[in-house]
T-cell receptor
Framework: QQQVKQSPQSLIVQKGGIPIINCAYENTAFDYFPWYQQFPGKGPALLIAIRPDVSEKKEGRFTISFNKSAKQFSLHIMDSQPGDSATYFCAASVGNQGGKLIFGQGTELSVKP | KAGVTQTPRYLIKTRGQQVTLSCSPISGHRSVSWYQQTPGQGLQFLFEYFSETQRNKGNFPGRFSGRQFSNSRSEMNVSTLELGDSALYLC????????????FGEGSRLTVL
C-alpha cells in the first residue's frame, strides 16, 4: 500500500514532443505528490508538486495532472528540449511525514534533437 | 545560499568495515532525511531527523544508523558493510518535517568490495 508505481521505465521523444509520465498510488493518506528531475551525477531536484485538492498545476513547460478518484497523477512536459533529457521520479508523502517520500521507480527520458 | 553538502563524495570500503557519511543541510533547514539509491531498488527512504530526534525510519537493518547535531548537520553510519550496501546515499533537507519539499545533495557514492 506504500508503493508508488511509475511508467514507462524509459521514453524517447523528438524535440518539441510532449512526453507523459504516469504514476499510480494506493495509500489514500498521501497528500503531497512531487516530481523530481535527476541528471547523471547529481541529486534529484524538485520540479513541481501538487496536493489532492487541485486537479492540475502548471509551472513553465511542466504540468501535473491529478486524478484523485483513480489515484493517479502524471507529468507532461510541453515543447520538450534535449536539455530535458534526465530521469524523472514521481513521489508521494503523508502530511506529517514530509521527509519520508515514497518514490516511483523512475523514467529515463531522452529528447532527440 | 549554499545547497546541501555531502561528504565524502566517493568512497571505497571492503566487506565488514564501517562507514560514516556526513550531510550539511541548507542554512535554516532543520529537517534532514537520508535515502539510498540503487539501480535495482531505486530511491528508498532510510531515516529522517528533526531537531536532533529521529522522526521516521525506513525498512533497513539496524546496521544503518544516523544522528543529527544541534546545528542540524547529520551523519549516517553503516556498520559491517555488505556488498549490497554499494549505492548512492543521498541526504535531503527541508525547513520542517511537515513539507515534502526536499532539497537533495549530490550524494555519497559508496562502493563495497
Amino acid at each position: 500500500q506504500q508503493q508508488v508505481k511509475q511508467s514507462p521505465q524509459s521514453l524517447i521523444v523528438q524535440k518539441g514532443g510532449i512526453p507523459i509520465i504516469n504514476c499510480a498510488y494506493e495509500n489514500t493518506a498521501f497528500d503531497y505528490f512531487p516530481w523530481y528531475q535527476q541528471f547523471p551525477g547529481k541529486g534529484p531536484a524538485l520540479l513541481i508538486a501538487i496536493r489532492p485538492d487541485v486537479s492540475e498545476k502548471k509551472e513553465g513547460r511542466f504540468t501535473i495532472s491529478f486524478n484523485k478518484s483513480a489515484k493517479q497523477f502524471s507529468l507532461h512536459i510541453m515543447d520538450s528540449q534535449p536539455g530535458d533529457s534526465a530521469t524523472y521520479f514521481c513521489a508521494a508523502s503523508v502530511g506529517n511525514q514530509g521527509g519520508k517520500l515514497i518514490f516511483g521507480q523512475g523514467t529515463e527520458l531522452s529528447v532527440k534533437p | 545560499k549554499a545547497g546541501v553538502t555531502q561528504t565524502p563524495r566517493y568512497l571505497i570500503k571492503t566487506r565488514g568495515q564501517q562507514v560514516t557519511l556526513s550531510c550539511s543541510p541548507i542554512s535554516g533547514h532543520r529537517s534532514v532525511s537520508w535515502y539510498q539509491q540503487t539501480p535495482g531498488q531505486g530511491l528508498q527512504f532510510l531515516f529522517e531527523y528533526f531537531s536532533e530526534t529521529q522522526r521516521n525510519k525506513g525498512n533497513f537493518p539496524g546496521r544503518f544508523s544516523g544522528r543529527q547535531f544541534s546545528n542540524s548537520r547529520s551523519e549516517m553510519n553503516v556498520s559491517t558493510l555488505e556488498l549490497g550496501d554499494s549505492a548512492l546515499y543521498l541526504c535531503a533537507s527541508s525547513w520542517a518535517f511537515t513539507t515534502g519539499e526536499l532539497f537533495f545533495g549530490e550524494g555519497s557514492r559508496l562502493t563495497v568490495l
